[in-house]
């Protein structure tokens, strides 16, 4: 890869911003990073430097590590050459960090958005009383879950009574 | 002992305890009696092992030295400080599910307390594992109530489960002088306060599920924390450890 010497100065930490936001998620790539919110905090040390927080979704998303280079590779393109990331991990990473313009994108996608986080979604034995999930393809509310954990570790697995077809759930965290 | 030794201590007992389910469950990958469990097994694994590395990071950086992988891969099993319960073989389904029964509803308390406590670091680790532990605990607590209300042989095997592993239960709530010098000083969160609510969500699922919950009055092992553990762990260990052992510093 071609390291550019300053393609133009960055000076302030928008365009940092600016830049994240353009990296996809690895696993949801109809969202970016910084609209998952892994991205907490940015930090322009000098002319060829630069810091960023990132906090993890789950412990263990594999996808961490790939956002990392990922992360790297866009600001070295942009002429950073010291790129230091920074794992935070409090505040702890939830899905209420999700705009509604960024469920919309997931819903789109194909995937249930998160509801917000209720204290009834974090009750560990018994009967919950959540709302049903709406299909993302029909908006049925006869909705089953298949299984809480599903292809990546945020994601459940539901499937649609209504218009038969099993559909996956950004689970709320 | 030093509230950095208590620290660091502290930190080896939930990494290791959540390395080593963490490894047992990955045995499942592939295993799983329908695809479903196995993806949910591994999802769970996979929260597991990296609540490990949060939580052996820390301690590692608390030590100044060595990384993460240095304390999962480069100590034998007398420096372990999981609890026992967590190491034992996976034997069947019900076996698998009532040990992360047990082991989750602990956890979930536990992370529950830590997330209030002083420690930035440990604090937001059990803010977010807690989140994931709720899941384990949900996904074993319905488990236990399918296999047990559920045919003869399942009821049966889930019963023998339980008889079979409640003698490492004791030694959940197992506590030493780590946990005196830290829980003084809101760093930590004392075990010993939490076996009654743990025994109230052990009560209530066993009863939906019409178990029997297994006599108290029985040999208890203990010694975990101290590096005291079953012959299972050196196997595990052995496969787990092996290819940074035979190939130290190599690179994938």
């Not at chain 2, 009863?207 to 009055?217: Q, Y």
Request: charged residues 25%.
């Amino acid at each position: 890869m071609k390291i550019s010497s300053h393609p133009h100065i960055i000076t302030s930490t928008h365009q940092i911003w600016d830049i994240l936001q353009t990296i996809p998620d690895p696993e949801v790539p109809a969202i970016s990073i910084v609209e998952l919110g892994v991205v907490r905090n940015v930090e322009i040390k000098d002319a060829d430097s630069v810091k960023v927080q990132i906090t993890p979704t789950y412990s263990g998303c594999p996808a961490l590590k790939t956002m990392e280079e990922d992360v790297k590779e866009k600001l070295r393109e942009h002429g950073f050459i010291n790129i230091e990331i920074e794992t935070i991990y409090k505040p702890a990473w939830t899905t209420d960090w999700l705009s509604e313009s960024t469920k919309q994108k997931l819903k789109d996608y194909g995937i249930a958005p998160p509801q917000k986080l209720t204290i009834e979604h974090l009750i560990p034995i018994g009967k919950k009383n959540t709302e049903p999930l709406a299909c993302p393809f029909c908006e049925s509310k006869n909705t089953a879950l298949t299984s809480q954990f599903g292809s990546t570790a945020c994601k459940a697995l539901y499937f649609c009574n209504n218009c038969h077809q099993p559909f996956e759930h950004f689970k709320c965290h | 002992m030093t509230e950095q030794d208590a620290l660091f201590e502290y930190c080896l007992r939930l990494g290791d305890n959540s390395l080593v389910l963490g490894h047992r469950l990955s045995e499942w990958c592939g295993h799983g009696p329908i695809l479903e469990e196995d993806i949910a097994l591994a999802n769970m694994s996979l929260d597991l092992i990296g609540q490990a590395r949060g939580f052996l990071g820390y301690a590692a950086k608390l030590k100044g030295a060595g990384s993460d992988d240095d304390l999962a891969f480069k100590r034998d099993a007398r420096q372990f400080r999981n609890c026992m319960l967590v190491e034992q073989p996976n034997g069947d389904f019900a076996m698998t599910m009532v040990r992360s029964f047990f082991y989750s509803a602990l956890a979930y308390l536990h992370f529950k307390s830590l997330a209030k406590t002083k420690d930035a670091t440990i604090s937001g680790l059990a803010e977010k594992s807690l989140k994931e532990v709720t899941y384990h605990l949900r996904h074993c607590s319905d488990w236990i109530i399918r296999l047990g209300d559920g045919t003869d042989e399942s009821h049966e095997r889930t019963q023998n489960a339980l008889e079979e592993l409640w003698n490492y239960t004791n030694e959940l709530f197992e506590t030493d002088e780590a946990d005196q010098t830290l829980v003084s000083q809101n760093l930590a969160v004392d075990l010993k306060t939490l076996r009654k609510e743990w025994d109230d969500i052990i009560n209530k699922v066993l009863e939906d599920a019409t178990l029997k919950r297994p006599d108290d009055s029985r040999f208890m092992s203990k010694g975990g924390i101290k590096g005291i553990h079953t012959e299972h762990l050196g196997f595990l260990l052995a496969e787990m450890q092996f290819l940074p052992r035979a190939y130290p510093d190599t690179k994938w």
